[in-house]
């Protein structure tokens, strides 16, 4: 039990320091603008056009770091300082989540899997609390009850490592338009780059404490006598 709360503890540790540097250096490359002066809005609809991508809409959205595609909508939702802003870190984040337009339009294997997981996902993940919940409080009388919540909560941890192919090919594709497109200088690159390899650590630290939070439910359940 003590050995599962330090790997948390270092788990959670980890997530916070590459957040807080995902942090930084957006306000670092915020401080970078293009020199063709174009916002991250501007940027994202000529990566659709260049892709012959027409039914995207590019809207913003509130808050900070927000920004995502919808599939559903068929939009590019970019938080306000994505989307008015005109600097490298701008151009990162609208050209990513472009990315995961043109996923959408060539059919990526990875994010069509991905996409048809997201209804299980959020019923597995709504009975898992629960079922874990109850099984570690009745480990030892009803221990069926958490090997229930554990499967149920795997489900979820293949999610988070499926998630992760999705997102790095998304800011491959970002980034070979910038620079095949000569949307932004070398050092804008260099900034773009560093930007989105960041915010794939926090997918990664995401899937490894999901990895590790299983283990130690199986733990439980293998040591309830």
Known sequence: MAFGLIIFGLIALVGWIVQSRLKSKFEQYSKIYLQNGMSG????????????????????????????????????????????ERNAAAAAVAAHEVGHAVQHAQAYSWLQFRSKMVPTVNVSGRIAQFAIMGGILLVNVFPSLLLLGILFFAVSVVFTFVTLPVEYDASNRALAWLENKNMVTSQELAGAKDSLSWAARTYVVAAVGALATLFYYVMIYMNRR
Do not use: C, F, W
């Open 41 to 84: 809005k501007e940027i994202a609809e000529k990566m659709l056009y260049d892709h012959g991508i027409y039914d995207v809409k590019v809207i913003s959205t509130p808050g900070r770091l927000t920004d995502h595609y919808n599939p559903v909508d068929k939009t590019v939702n970019l938080s306000e300082a994505v989307y008015l």
